[in-house]
């Protein structure tokens, strides 16, 4: 017992205490006195996953809990054997840590005492509700208590690969099943513990992946020293509680009662551990195998079939060959909710199988740990620790960010940078600046270069002096021809559709943000659509600063999308000539993806392909066969910089990283690629059609983790760097294109999103990768790359394998660009050539 | 075409910026209304499991960005629909004006295999607003849809729940036809065109 404060009761010292001496309750030294429950064994950090996102994930306790029988119900004699205490005694608890209140320390200590004798003092905690079914999905705190009496069967699954989390999930005899149990062992320090002593017993606790102590393994020891635990012959998986001669027929459980109390570390089943397969198969049909197992586990043999991919759960549950207890999972609220939103099991798990890699991701690393490294722990006695992904160079890192304080003491007293625009640039890439002390309404307009960095105090002052008097020339040029309609009576349409436009998308962005909600002031114009509804100032504001910049740049003019890059800048600024000035130097960059040609946006989505092909050649060749290489799913997060996938906080924090330019004018592609990266596993292996990918990048919309997406952005860019500096070294005959990233040329002089470009899409799509690459930039590039080429390395495989001797491989002008801090703006009548203005 | 397969109805929206497609679509298959849609950007679905004539069918209805030049990236989900719904709003002339343009574009870029029947439903939406802001009558709207082959014309209020349940049966029933002859003219190398007699034609107002 390694609680010495904690003096050990007088007469605890067996398995099953009895609860006859009433005294004894009122003994321990317990917050709460006199009332509770005897908290036998506990572990911690066992979470239930309520959604696939890890966000959710509720942290709790798996407790063993003793409670006093009903009156009459069993004698009070002390000497009660071990074997004799009545299971329904004897309470399988799960309960989360937000529930426990004082009786958390209790549950702490309880869970870090050894366990590998019984409990030798009694721990009072308070009673957890009591249930026999399932709690509701959804709603209240999933906290159960349910008499082991009723338990049927745990359904034990040890972590493995795939299966980051070992899990137990309780089986009712009502037949209910309780949430999956997931087990973080690497953050249970009990579990750590356990895990180090048997390593130092056996000094091989690594006997391979399934041989690994968890803390599943340790709610069975509990369990068997109360009642009988049988594993099932039928399935490995399954253990019976106290089965019934039937149930043991029925699942031929392995010799009878499991002997094997001791040595937990080789019950995790390994394949064979149960009865042949042959009787196996005669015994229960498959769909009651099936049912036998939890819903995951269905949902995971769902995507196995192939043929469920076009089938709804809907359609499963209507099949009159299924038994009624199939249907009746598939009812559970996660399956319909898979049924109400998509058409496609693939997708519900794949999105599940995300959260699930989620969260693992310290797990994963946990997982690779070699015997010296537990020694190492060992030896400094630390329990958890830290492991550096080896990927990560110190240059990743996220710091902390920039306050006004660091900011203002770049600057001397005349207000003159001292330090280099890359230092700043640096820090700003890897910290942001913060939040909440206004260095952004500062900073933002050196990023968006309304100021010139080597720029004075003084001149910052002249340069917004003369740039307001600008804005109020602008906004009333426009005004005037509002009011006055003068000009040709196309040319007054077209102003009429604009501002139609610029307020039926202003009325309709970040109203969520408290500065965009309510309308609290009455419509200005009496003939506006808007009338009705009312408006405020800040959303007339809006409104001005979109019409001016619809002035400033009239042959684009407003486009859908750019009350989304607006609306950050005028938040942070909140003056209208200022925010304008610093949204035109944003759209000096984002102009092109408002293109009416799209030729902007091709060129990024391009460019993608090219930046997937080389550097995660399987994962392009998948999205290949799911005809999905156009990389549209990206279109959203592309054009508007990620707004629309961000909660407001990240994507300012994200603009000013992407506006340093600090590795590349194009590293929102990397950002991209990051995303892409970490979801690959789950689309190679369950996504297989365009509309498939497309939903599932669509919904990954407030699910992404900024921090760790920047991090891998930058080592992916490094990587990156390092292969082109590979390849140009392997040949270094074809000098190097310098050509800049230019726009593709419009395929015809007037409007070129007609047939023609999407034929040279369609063919640049039926084509190879090389062709392609070669023909959607042969507009641009005349150096000796032209055409031929494939995008990188010969590290593809499949198409255009024929012509791989023949072909030179040079890295495709678009992802050379990609190395290019220069931000690539468009020149004058690029947008004419383009297509011009909205008509 | 022995067993009957599966059925998934691929359905595209279409129609200028603001005219109410996603709030339509997301009447229709969560029976929820928003005032507060954000402007689509790309493209996203949703889907909805329906009985037609006693057939179990799943609609992929897909919903678009409006403002028109985001539609030359579309190809690759306008590909395999099976109809086309086109939506204008009432109180919007330059939306109805557009409807035609619309209706071109897809066909351009669908390039189903016969354009001429392919199915089209006209969907003029915001009816709830007050009468006085109507600028689209309803003459004027059928008299549109009879001259482009009969095409079925509902009126609708998203934000009331108005008729868009009847809409989108029509809609339903239409692709359904279509995606029938489509699978029929598959089976055969040389597309024999026998259509059955649908229910085009005349309002289903």
């Not at chain 1, 080896?390 to 890192?397: C, N």
């Not at chain 1, 590795?663 to 690959?680: D, G, P, Q, T, Y």
């Not at chain 1, 023609?756 to 959607?776: Q, T, V």
Request: proline share 6%; charged share 25%.
């Amino acid at each position: 017992m390694t609680n010495a404060e904690s003096p050990p009761s007088p007469t605890a010292s067996f398995y099953a205490m009895s609860d006859d001496d009433e005294g004894e309750y009122n003994t321990i030294r317990h917050t709460k006195t006199g009332r509770g429950v005897k908290l036998l064994y506990t572990k911690s950090k066992v979470y239930i996953h309520p959604s696939p996102s890890a966000k959710d994930n509720i942290p709790g306790f798996i407790a063993l809990i003793q409670q006093k029988s009903a009156p009459g119900s069993r004698p009070t004699s002390s000497s009660s054997a071990p074997t004799a205490s009545a299971p329904s005694d004897l309470l399988l608890a799960w309960v989360p840590e937000s529930c426990l209140g004082d009786a958390y320390d209790t549950y702490v200590k309880v869970d870090l005492s050894d366990t590998s004798s019984p409990p030798k003092q009694t721990y009072l905690v308070p009673a957890p509700p009591i249930t026999v079914s399932s709690p509701a999905t959804g709603h209240g705190t999933y906290a159960f208590a349910i008499p082991v009496s009723q338990v049927y069967s745990l359904l034990v699954r040890p972590p493995s690969i795939g299966w980051w989390f070992g899990s137990v999930v309780i089986n009712t005899r009502a037949g209910d099943s309780f949430p999956a149990l997931f087990f973080h062992d690497s953050e249970c320090q009990s579990t750590i513990l356990q895990r180090r002593r048997l390593m130092r017993e056996s000094f091989d606790p690594f006997q391979g992946e399934s041989g690994m102590f968890w803390g599943g393994d340790e709610v069975l020891r509990w369990l068997k020293r109360y009642v009988r635990v049988e594993r099932a012959g039928a399935d490995p998986n399954t253990y019976l509680i106290e089965p019934t001669e039937g149930d043991r027929r029925g699942f031929s459980a392995v010799d009878g009662v499991d002997k094997n109390r001791k040595g937990s570390v080789t019950e995790a089943p390994k394949g064979g551990a149960g009865g042949a397969s042959g009787p196996q198969d005669g015994a229960m049909d498959p769909f009651t195998k099936f049912v036998k197992e939890t819903r995951w586990n269905i949902l995971e043999k769902l995507s196995q079939v192939t043929t469920f991919t076009r089938r709804t759960a809907q359609a499963v549950a209507e099949n009159p060959k299924l038994p009624p207890q199939v249907r009746r999972l598939i009812a559970t609220p996660e399956v319909q909710t898979l049924s109400e939103e998509f058409d496609s099991a693939r997708i519900y798990l794949a999105r599940w199988a995300m959260g699930m890699a989620e969260q693992s991701e310290r797990e994963r690393d946990a997982r690779i740990w070699t015997a010296r490294d537990v020694l190492e722990m060992e030896d400094t006695g630390v329990g958890e620790f830290e492991l550096l992904d080896v990927s990560t160079s110190k240059g990743t890192e996220r710091r902390k960010s920039v306050d006004m304080g660091e900011w203002e003491a770049w600057f001397d007293t005349e207000g003159r940078l001292q330090v280099t625009p890359d230092e700043v640039k640096e820090r700003v890439f890897h910290g942001g600046l913060d939040a909440d002390d206004g260095v952004r309404k500062e900073a933002w307009l050196f990023l968006l270069g309304v100021y010139e960095w080597d720029s004075s105090r003084e001149e910052r002052t002249a340069v917004m002096n003369s740039k307001r008097d600008e804005y109020i020339r602008l906004k009333g040029a426009w005004w005037e021809r509002m009011i006055e309609g003068a000009g040709p009576e196309e040319e007054m349409e077209w102003w009429r559709e604009q501002k139609n436009r610029i307020e039926k998308d202003v009325h309709r962005t970040d109203r969520h943000i408290p500065l965009f909600a309510g309308e609290d002031i009455p419509h200005p114009d009496p003939d506006s659509p808007f009338v009705d509804a009312g408006t405020n100032v800040h959303l007339e504001q809006m409104k001005d600063m979109l019409l001016t910049y619809n002035e400033y740049n009239k042959e684009l003019g407003y486009v859908q999308g750019m009350s989304d890059l607006l609306a950050p800048i005028y938040a942070i600024v909140q003056d209208d000539a200022v925010a304008f000035w610093g949204f035109v130097g944003f759209m000096e960059r984002m102009e092109r993806n408002f293109l009416r040609d799209q030729s902007g946006m091709r060129l990024q989505l391009l460019t993608l392909d090219h930046l997937v092909q080389l550097l995660d050649p399987a994962l392009y060749l998948h999205l290949q066969k799911a005809d999905s290489t156009n990389f549209f799913f990206f279109f959203r997060m592309l054009l508007v910089w990620y707004k629309r996938e961000f909660e407001w906080p990240d994507v300012l924090r994200l603009w000013e990283v992407l506006w340093t330019d600090y590795l590349s004018a194009n590293f929102h592609l990397f950002v991209a690629l990051a995303i892409l990266e970490k979801h690959r596993d789950v689309i190679m292996q369950h996504l297989q059609h365009f509309d498939e990918v497309l939903k599932y990048v669509n919904e990954l919309s407030n699910t992404i983790d900024l921090p760790s997406t920047l991090s891998r952005a930058e080592a992916l860019f490094n990587r990156f760097q390092r292969t082109v500096a590979a390849l140009d070294q392997k040949n270094p005959l074809p000098p190097p294109s310098t050509a800049r990233r230019r726009l593709p040329a419009p395929t015809s002089p007037k409007s070129s999103d007609d047939g023609k470009s999407n034929a040279a899409l369609k063919a640049a799509k039926a084509g190879s990768i090389a062709s392609r690459a070669g023909g959607a930039s042969s507009g641009v590039e005349a150096g000796p790359a032209k055409g031929k080429g494939k995008v990188g390395a010969g590290n593809e495989a499949g198409d255009g394998k024929e012509e791989e001797g023949k072909r030179v491989k040079v890295v495709s002008p678009e992802l050379r660009g990609l190395l290019s801090r220069k931000v690539v703006k468009l020149e004058k009548g690029d947008v004419q050539k383009h297509g011009g203005r909205v008509r | 075409m022995a067993a009957r397969k599966k059925v998934l109805l691929k359905i595209i929206i279409l129609g200028d910026s603001g005219v109410g497609k996603t709030s339509l679509m997301n009447q229709y298959v969560n029976k929820k209304f928003s005032a507060s849609y954000k402007a689509t950007i790309g493209a996203d679905f949703l889907t909805k499991e329906v009985l037609v004539d006693d057939r179990l069918v799943t609609m992929q209805i897909w919903d678009t960005a409006g403002q028109e030049r985001f539609q030359s990236l579309g190809v690759a989900f306008y590909r395999g629909a099976d109809c086309c719904v086109l939506v204008y709003d009432v109180n919007n002339s330059k939306s109805f004006e557009t409807l035609d343009s619309w209706r071109d574009e897809f066909l351009i870029q669908a390039s189903p295999m016969d354009p001429e029947n392919f199915p089209f439903v006209v969907i003029g939406n915001k009816i709830d607003m007050e009468e006085s802001k109507r600028v689209i009558s309803l003459k004027r709207a059928q008299a549109f849809c009879q001259s482009k082959g009969g095409m079925p014309y509902f009126e609708t209020s998203a934000k009331e729940a108005t008729n868009v349940e009847q809409a989108f049966e029509v809609i339903a029933k239409q692709a359904l036809l279509q995606e029938e002859a489509g699978d029929f003219n598959n089976d055969f190398p040389e597309p024999i065109t026998i259509r059955p007699e649908s229910d085009q034609g005349g309002c289903a107002c």
